[in-house]
């Protein structure tokens, strides 16, 4: 009883803030996410760098930006790299999985798992078991917005992705 009443609110709760304006609920959202995920993925690296030797962490996957300057870093980590990833790696597979017929948890399991991968090939595995984690904020972002079309769904995501990345980047740094 309490769970569905719970879930109720909740909802009610989500569309009513969405309702009213889908594409500034979709970055404010995107942006909160942003910051649960980042908190999520320092708190991952944390748990890593006690349990798995250095050794085995593998290279950054943006190790070549970094003697890059904080504008160049910003373009390319914060704004231009989110974009693409969105629409590859999060609209692509998160659309064809919902077009599977599979609810929305399996979407973001099997999304953040190729995003954790993808990560991981570039990156090696502390980056892509964080990467991973990130994904599903990601991942959760776009399907909590989807059913306000495309655009709010990738706008959520981006801004979730934005911000982990800026926060990580510029402010845990």
């Known amino acids: 009883m309490f769970n569905s009443m719970h879930r109720y609110r909740v909802q009610a709760f989500w ?36 349990l798995l030797p250095k050794a085995l962490w593998g290279p950054s996957a943006a190790a070549f930006l970094a003697d890059s300057s904080a504008i160049v870093l910003f373009f390319q980590a914060v704004l231009l790299t989110p974009f693409i990833e969105t629409f590859i790696a999060q609209l692509l597979p998160l659309e064809i999985t919902r077009g599977l017929g599979l609810g929305p948890a399996a979407c973001i399991a099997i999304v953040s798992a190729l995003w954790g991968l993808g990560h ?25 917005m989807r059913a306000h079309g495309y655009l709010p769904a990738c706008l ?6 934005m911000t982990h990345n800026f926060l990580l980047l510029f402010v845990f740094g």
Do not use: D, K, V, W
């Open 15 to 50: 569309r009513s803030g969405s309702g009213q304006s889908p594409y500034m609920f979709a970055m404010l959202s995107g942006g909160c996410i942003g910051i649960a995920s980042s908190l999520a993925g320092l708190l991952c690296l944390l748990i890593l760098e006690t």
């Open 120 to 144: 991981y090939l570039n990156g090696g595995l502390a980056h892509g078991i964080s990467a991973a984690l990130g994904g599903a904020f990601f991942s959760t972002a776009y399907m909590l």
């Open 156 to 161: 959520s995501s981006y801004s979730a992705h």
